[in-house]
């Protein structure tokens, strides 16, 4: 707890100060106590954590307390004000089908932005009507004004909050801290609807500041074991930038950025060791499970399946299936898996994503193993966005220990269930426990009675069942019945969240070329082209985008129905420009035609004609206002001709004139 009251008065947790911000040494701090700069309200020992009063710390390390750990004396009206919030089910379908006029849609980070935007707007101008009619009813003197400036701190103070070992803000909104700012905006906003939030250079946004040789040499100064303060960083940066002519930076700039966790993950290794930096990110929360309900808890865990199958080789017999598991750990219930070799990120996508079939709403927790697939970007970007919006979090749990839940349950789910089959071969043929080892004088007996492998799909497909039907280890129900029971807190997720989360972007751009483009996902080539709203070739896209790059967006299911083009933005963001179909293939041999695909096939025979005439038309335009032709290319080379290469000075003059005129 960084805040605490002690005799009617707020204090900070001492270790703040030369621990948790490293805002002074440890031998500094005691030298600030014993000076009387800072009035110490309580000692550590016996279990108690030391105390300093809040009021007594000065202005700029008050500020950097607060950027780091919240108002404490808006704490309170915080927490009021964020448990009121509701999810606008129709802001978030407005903004991310929301087309300007070139029918490129709102960069994703906007979207977030115009949502969380309108969700507190929605309850500012609440609770600001309900206030004004109370007023009107009471027939008392108004407070709206001091009501208008608290709701304005609250707005502008939790804009910094994140989430949990994220820098992912939980509320990124972008709303005035002036009061009367706000209210504007709110009334408006009120007036005007969604569109009033869309601003018209919305994709515009100025570069980050602190990159390149920038970003090297503040990391590479903070992490020396000397442990420099950010004051005296922040100074030493201001005499470097000098020298190299680098942005200027504000200290709070400087200390954000380097305690966000991709930075403070570079330098915390150097600067405080590695037990601090196991400390600080090895860290697990300590879970009530007496509280947990369905979906409160979600767990993933892949693993090699210790199933034998048929396998084209010396023996025969192999076991090289791997699965992922996503468990509801309140109910024990398989909710999702995939079944392959592979075990790779598409792998994990199709698990989770039949856990949403599932559920029908998001989780609070999710937690996953160390596995690469698991802690690439492209799921960790996932995770972040499954989880609940409201107090939803993720990480990685730790794989082999007893205190893991999710080991406990899945062990028991193999134990059970999947090692009761005759064609598993346990644990290991090295297990010490003789109980514990598969009886394989038995099974290569029997090689030849082994399951394929898509035998041992449906096999996996009882065993799920079976589990699932199963009596729950703490309630008399089965399994699918206690992930019935009622939740204490329901996120549900909707059909847009669905393609959001499991819709997948290719690693890297593809060019779309004349004859549409061509891309391969997952070792198999697709082609794919954009037609209109009457299913014709967009001849306005073709103008404007053949030869760009786009990134693809998929779901791994809809491959033979469309794919999502997007454009890379310079900010790394991204942006929807049209939908491309599987490319419509022309039958050639007339006989072999209906009546539908003659009529398509002119149609798009025709294309290569229109565009060919469309650009010959525009140059020819061009050609005629500049005067730069090819006929009066001609006429200057055939009066050259005929003057023998040589012209009087004044005829020399008088033709080059008549020609300047004539540009005219």
Not at 89 to 117: H, L, M, S, V
Not at 340 to 349: L, M, N, Q
Not at 588 to 598: C, F, R, V
């Amino acid at each position: 707890m960084v805040y605490e009251y002690y005799q009617n008065k707020l204090g900070v947790n001492q270790i703040v100060f030369y621990e948790e911000l490293s805002i002074l040494s440890y031998s500094n701090f005691k030298q600030w106590v014993s000076r009387g700069k800072i009035n110490r309200l309580r000692t550590t020992g016996n279990g108690r954590t030391g105390l300093i009063e809040f009021s007594s710390i000065p202005e700029n390390l008050k500020q950097i307390i607060i950027n780091a750990f919240g108002n404490p004396h808006l704490a309170d009206d915080r927490t009021t004000f964020t448990n009121q919030l509701e999810q606008d089910e129709a802001a978030i379908e407005f903004y991310k089908t929301y087309r300007f006029d070139d029918g490129t849609g709102i960069p994703t980070k906007k979207q977030q932005q115009y949502i969380c935007e309108a969700e507190i707007l929605n309850l500012y101008n609440a609770l600001i009507d309900n206030y004004e009619a109370k007023i009107k009813a009471t027939s008392r003197k108004t407070k709206k004004g001091e009501l208008q400036k608290k709701l304005s701190c609250v707005i502008n103070d939790i804009k910094s909050e994140c989430f949990p070992n994220t820098v992912t803000k939980k509320y990124p909104h972008n709303l005035p801290s002036n009061v009367r700012a706000l209210d504007r905006k709110a009334k408006g906003y009120a007036k005007h609807g969604f569109t009033f939030l869309v601003h018209k250079n919305a994709n515009n946004k100025s570069a980050q500041k602190i990159k390149g040789e920038v970003a090297k040499w503040l990391i590479a100064q903070y992490s020396m074991p000397s442990k420099i303060v950010v004051p005296v960083l922040h100074a030493m940066y201001e005499r470097e930038a000098d020298k190299r002519g680098w942005v200027q930076l504000s200290e709070s700039a400087i200390y954000k950025w380097l305690h966000e966790p991709k930075q403070e993950r570079q330098w915390m290794i150097s600067r405080d060791g590695i037990e601090t930096f196991r400390n600080k990110y090895g860290h697990k929360l300590v879970r009530d499970k007496s509280t947990w309900f369905p979906n409160a808890y979600w767990a993933i865990d892949g693993s090699k399946i210790d199933w034998l199958h048929y396998y084209d080789n010396t023996l025969g017999v192999a076991a090289k299936l791997k699965i992922d598991v996503v468990i509801d750990m309140y109910s024990e219930k398989v909710i999702g898996y995939s079944f392959s070799e592979t075990e790779t990120h598409e792998d994990h996508f199709k698990a989770v994503k039949m856990a949403f079939q599932d559920a029908q709403a998001k989780p609070f927790l999710f937690t996953y193993d160390g596995q690469s697939g698991h802690t690439s970007s492209r799921m960790q970007g996932l995770y972040g966005k499954m989880v609940a919006k409201k107090g939803g979090t993720h990480y990685q749990h730790a794989v082999g220990r007893h205190s893991s839940p999710v080991e406990q349950v899945f062990s028991r789910f193999q134990q059970q269930t999947l090692n009761q089959w005759w064609f598993s071969d346990k644990q290991s043929v090295k297990a010490r426990m003789d109980k514990s080892k598969p009886n394989m004088d038995f099974v290569m007996d029997n090689k030849h009675k082994l399951l394929t492998k898509d035998q041992l799909i449906k096999a996996f497909e009882v065993s799920v069942n079976e589990w699932n039907n199963a009596k729950h280890p703490k309630y008399n129900e089965t399994r699918c019945e206690v992930f019935k029971h009622e939740a204490i807190m329901h996120e549900p997720i909707s059909y847009l969240d669905m393609i959001d989360l499991f819709w997948i972007f290719t690693n890297d751009t593809v060019t779309y070329k004349a004859d549409g483009l061509r891309v391969q996902i997952a070792n198999k080539k697709y082609h794919f082209e954009v037609y209109n709203v009457n299913g014709d070739i967009d001849l306005r896209f073709r103008e404007r985008f053949v030869g760009s790059k786009f990134l693809v967006k998929y779901d791994p299911d809809q491959l033979d129905n469309y794919v999502s083009l997007y454009a890379k933005l310079p900010d790394g963001d991204t942006r929807f420009i049209a939908d491309a179909q599987p490319v419509r293939k022309q039958q050639q041999i007339p006989a072999l035609m209906t009546d539908g695909d003659k009529a398509q096939f002119a149609k798009d025979y025709e294309v290569r004609k229109t565009e060919e005439a469309a650009a010959k038309k525009q140059i020819e335009l061009i050609q005629r206002e500049t005067g730069i032709t090819p006929e009066k290319l001609i006429e200057d080379q055939e009066l050259k001709i005929k003057m023998g290469g040589k012209l009087p000075k004044q005829e020399r003059n008088t033709v080059e004139a008549n020609s300047f005129i004539d540009l005219l």
